[in-house]
């Protein structure tokens, strides 16, 4: 499965290894296709492949740490 996202992160998110501690903790691949990161926001858009139920995991953990998700239709 490939879910393609979008997603804005907020300030005091901008400074995390948020992308290293996604892979650490599900099994997906990650794929950046853009970015854009002032001092204020960062927004990128991502695509995470993997198992189903792994993917949504992920997507569930970006969320609880406070990234607004946006889930994009091929």
Do not use: C
């Amino acid at each position: 499965m490939t879910a393609k996202l979008f997603l804005t992160f907020p300030q005091r998110l901008i400074q995390q290894p948020i992308l290293h501690d996604l892979i650490r903790r599900y099994p997906v691949k990650t794929n950046i296709r853009g970015a854009s990161i002032t001092d204020e926001i960062a927004l990128m858009a991502l695509h995470i492949d993997g198992a189903p139920d792994d993917v949504r995991a992920a997507i569930a953990w970006l969320r609880e740490i406070g990234a607004i998700v946006e889930e994009l239709a091929d």
